[in-house]
């Protein structure tokens, strides 16, 4: 992967709100190029709800309230990824432990696709799988992400 540097032709779906808060003094965070990285995240398989969109941009209450505690995150500019399903699964159930409604905030599903270079930029993997991915401005990962999985119901089977 190589980082991108910061005189990239292309802009972020959310450059806005990212220039808003470097304006506050937070920085972005070194980002990558995904090469056509399988990954996955969390989803409603209602058909109801958008998926794929940052907790700011969801909330945008909360980005107005963490401003103003001076407690905002980039990171919620970003989309949630896992990049393998058992870990997304892992990180679910961990969720559910402690949040029994997790799946009417952050979804009832695993979605998966394939994050390319022109879908925007990815900070390192965490060791538990997690990182963050900041879309590029036309990127619509509801085109390229397909619902694989409930977990949910898994969650129910399984007493959590």
């Given at each position: 992967?190589?980082?991108?540097?910061?005189?990239?032709?292309?802009?972020?779906?959310y450059?806005?709100?990212i220039?808003?808060?470097t304006?506050?003094?937070?920085?972005?965070p070194?980002?990558?190029t995904?090469?056509n990285?399988?990954?996955c995240?969390?989803?409603?398989s209602?058909g109801v709800?958008?998926?794929?969109?940052?907790?700011y941009?969801?909330?945008?209450?909360?980005?107005l309230q963490?401003?103003?505690?001076?407690?905002?995150?980039?990171?919620?500019?970003a989309?949630?990824c896992f990049?393998?399903?058992?870990?997304?699964?892992?990180?679910?159930?961990?969720?559910?432990?402690?949040f029994?409604?997790i799946s009417?905030?952050i979804?009832?599903?695993?979605?998966?696709?394939?994050?390319?270079?022109d879908?925007?930029?990815?900070?390192l993997?965490?060791?538990n799988?997690?990182?963050d991915?900041?879309e590029?401005?036309?990127?619509?990962?509801?085109?390229?992400?397909?619902i694989?999985?409930?977990l949910k119901?898994?969650?129910?089977?399984?007493?959590?």
């Open positions: 992967m190589r980082e991108q540097r910061n005189n990239s032709k292309k802009e972020y779906k450059q806005k709100q220039d808003e808060l304006a506050l003094g937070c920085q972005m070194s980002v990558y995904p090469d990285m399988p990954a995240r969390f989803a409603f209602d709800h958008q998926n794929h969109i940052p907790q941009m969801s909330n945008p209450k909360r980005m963490d401003i103003a505690k001076s407690k905002v995150s980039m990171s919620l500019l989309l949630s990049d393998s399903p058992s870990k997304a699964e892992t990180f679910y159930c961990n969720l559910r432990k402690a029994k409604n009417t905030s979804g009832d599903a695993l979605s998966e696709g394939v994050l390319t270079n879908d925007g930029r990815k900070t993997t965490a060791n799988g997690h990182f991915f900041y590029y401005a036309g990127c619509d990962l509801n085109e390229t992400f397909q694989t999985k409930q119901d898994n969650e129910e089977r399984k007493g959590i």
